[in-house]
């Protein structure tokens, strides 16, 4: 018997199957042979959420959750957020190595080249209504850019591929700028390709009446935040991206459903709901109350608890440290106060503690963003670009991964059986 392989009896027919396991995984398909009699379909496993279940084998990055540690192709986050541009970091993730100083040189131009949108994307943005969120402008916009390229269909060309990536990343500031300055009823303002990619994005949602006047500490810390959500393995929003494309749409269909994905409150909403929850608590005072009621199963902490991250999240101290720059430029915004209280009071409490809740990356990042000056339902944009790099290169290897094949997940039949149809006037 191998002693890479697990041995499993199936006690309703008493016969024994030896399942190999190859990277601590067995497949799910050797179950299928495992059957209670030769009618039976076959076991499977039921995992709702996919908590226990790997649905690719992936070189991008790596988590270690007991440890707190994330690698982007074997780099630590830690470093790669201190030394690197956030282009360079995309580069990094969608090209596999980090780039030599002319690699970046042309990745930066190739990228710059293409920041421009079709004027017609203006026409839709206007289409919206003043108080649309700015996360279904930007999912709508980037799904509907596919019309504009109807050469990205073909995903099988990897140079074609490889510039509708850089479209991606080039053009995901641009709208996203755009629905920003939808939202305020201020005109667009194109790209301006002097201007480096963060400088470009804050000048293309903040300048009025000329250049805006960079400030470098918020830059930076921009920069950073982007760069510590530029990836994180098989999360929600990558899922769907990967399933999405495995239907072999093209990529801005695909990248759309990660954008989507990412609205909801659970994933890149958090860091909006954290802000609201702020503002609900409005009080240190009421913190305690506020958390008896969480305990209590009526709501939630936003920004802790991680599927992953079991010990701390090492995204959410890097951001603490970004925090104190920002706010130290900005001066302090009072909900950092009942932020820093909550906290202190829930890694204390006996509840959080058990179930091993932390602050996530998006704790600190919502109250960062609002220093900078964007709007609450802004923040989760944010985080759609920076995890567009991230999306790329999933999308990327789920296409070049000889194992993968269109998603489609089974399920446990738990309705009715066959009935007769009941005429409308019986019913
Ligand atoms: N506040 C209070 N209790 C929580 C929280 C929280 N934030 N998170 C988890 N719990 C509790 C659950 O009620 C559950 O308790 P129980 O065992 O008594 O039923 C236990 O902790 C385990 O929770 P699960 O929901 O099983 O944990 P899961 O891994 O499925 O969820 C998630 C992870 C969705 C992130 C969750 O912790 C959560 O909802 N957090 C708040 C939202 C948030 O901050 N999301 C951002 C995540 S980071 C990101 O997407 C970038």
Redesign the pocket.
């Known amino acids: 018997m191998a002693n890479n392989s697990l041995t499993v009896t199936d006690n309703r027919t008493g016969k024994t199957y030896e399942l190999p396991i190859t990277d601590g995984a067995i497949r799910a398909m050797e179950l299928r042979q495992i059957k209670a009699s030769p009618e039976d379909f076959g076991l499977m496993t039921y995992d709702p ?1 996919f908590s226990n279940t790997a649905c690719c084998r992936s070189a991008i990055t790596f988590i270690d959750g007991d440890k707190g540690i994330l690698r982007y192709r074997g780099y630590p986050i830690e470093q790669l957020a201190e030394k690197c541009s956030f282009l360079e970091v995309a580069y990094l993730l969608c090209e596999g190595e980090l780039p030599n100083r002319a690699q970046l040189e042309a990745w930066e131009v190739k990228v710059r080249f293409h920041t421009y949108v079709h004027t017609n994307i203006t026409k839709f943005l206007e289409g919206f209504r003043y108080n649309a969120h700015p996360m279904g402008m930007l999912l709508g916009v980037v799904g509907a850019l596919s019309t504009f390229y109807p050469d990205a269909k073909n995903i099988s060309d990897p140079a074609n591929r490889y510039l509708q990536r850089v479209r991606l990343l080039a053009k995901a500031p641009t709208i996203a700028a755009f629905a920003f300055r939808h939202s305020r009823g201020l005109p667009f303002v194109f790209p301006d390709n002097d201007l480096d990619y963060i400088g470009n994005f804050v000048n293309m949602t903040f300048s009025i009446g000329g250049r805006h006047k960079p400030n470098k500490v918020l830059q930076r810390a921009l920069e950073i935040l982007l760069i510590l959500h530029a990836d ?1 393995e098989q ?2 929003s990558t899922s769907a991206v990967r399933a999405v494309g495995s239907s072999h749409v093209d990529p801005f269909s695909a990248i759309s459903a990660g954008i989507a994905a990412l609205y909801g ?4 909403g ?1 860091n909006e ?2 802000l609201l929850m702020l503002d609900e608590i409005g009080d240190k005072k009421n913190i305690p109350r506020f958390i008896e009621e ?1 305990k209590a ?1 009526r709501g ?8 992953v991250y079991k010990s701390y999240d090492p995204r959410a101290k890097l951001i603490k440290k970004v925090a104190d720059e920002v706010f130290a430029e900005t001066g302090l915004n009072p909900k950092l106060e009942i932020a820093l209280e909550l906290e202190r009071i829930a890694l204390e409490d006996e509840y ?1 503690i058990k ?1 091993k ?1 932390y602050p ?3 704790f600190y990042s919502g109250l960062i963003y609002q220093a900078m000056g964007y709007p609450t339902e802004y923040f989760t944009v944010l ?1 759609a670009l920076g995890r567009m790099p991230g999306w790329l290169a999933q999308w990327e290897e789920m296409l070049l991964d000889k194992d993968q094949k269109i998603a489609r997940p089974r399920q446990i039949f738990t309705g009715r059986d066959e009935r007769p149809f009941v005429p409308i006037e019986r019913r």
């Open positions: 959420g994180h999360n929600c409150p659970l994933h890149g958090a709901a954290v969480v199963g939630r902490l936003m920004g802790f608890g991680h599927r959080f179930r809740l996530n990356v998006d985080f």
